[in-house]
């Protein structure tokens, strides 16, 4: 079995661009765009775990044989500005924020309702392109081939 998930790097600080759209939801509530008893009510459980516990949990469950795991760092975009050295933090961010509203924004219309939908993916570029502009975060990509025993 092949699986490729994200993951964590348990020697550098967990960042994700999901914590830009909690902030986002956060200021909405403050301005009085959002209800705070749906965000409160809303549950968006991320984890991402570190090569060392996606061993553990193979070797506890005692189905597979882990043949082969590799942590590979990337950046949030997948450096396809940063590699040529044209990084455009505003086309970065445009990338993420896409990526971001494919993955959560059934989940989000469900709770808030279609109306600031629109709203919370363009505040959640801006954020992200400023943040981008100071530095260029990594993800871990867990990959892992494991067999039957």
Same mark, same amino acid.
């Given at each position: 079995?092949? @699986? ?5 790097d *348990?020697?550098? =600080? ?16 403050? =301005? ?5 008893? !749906? @965000? /409160? ?6 984890? %991402? %775990?570190? *090569? /060392? ?14 043949q &082969? ?17 044209n990084? /455009? ?18 989940? @989000?219309? %469900?709770?808030f ?12 570029? !801006?954020? @992200?392109?400023? !943040?981008? =502009?100071?530095?260029? *975060? =990594? ?9 039957? &025993?």
């Amino acid at each position: 079995m092949f @699986l490729m998930f994200l993951g964590r790097d *348990p020697n550098s =600080e967990s960042v994700s661009p999901y914590e830009a759209f909690g902030l986002v939801l956060n200021d909405m509530v403050s =301005e009085g765009l959002i209800e705070e008893a !749906k @965000l /409160d009510a809303m549950n968006m459980p991320r984890y %991402a %775990a570190t *090569p /060392d516990e996606v061993i553990d949990m193979i070797e506890s469950e005692g189905s597979f044989t882990l043949q &082969k795991l590799e942590a590979i760092n990337n950046f949030w975009d997948g450096g396809f500005n940063k590699d040529n050295g044209n990084h /455009d933090p505003s086309m970065s961010a445009d990338f993420i924020a896409k990526h971001g509203r494919a993955t959560t924004e059934p989940m @989000l219309k %469900a709770e808030f309702g279609e109306g600031v939908i629109d709203e919370i993916f363009v505040r959640c570029r !801006k954020m @992200l392109a400023m !943040k981008l =502009e100071q530095e260029m *975060p =990594e993800f871990t990509m867990l990959i892992l081939f494991m067999t039957k &025993k």
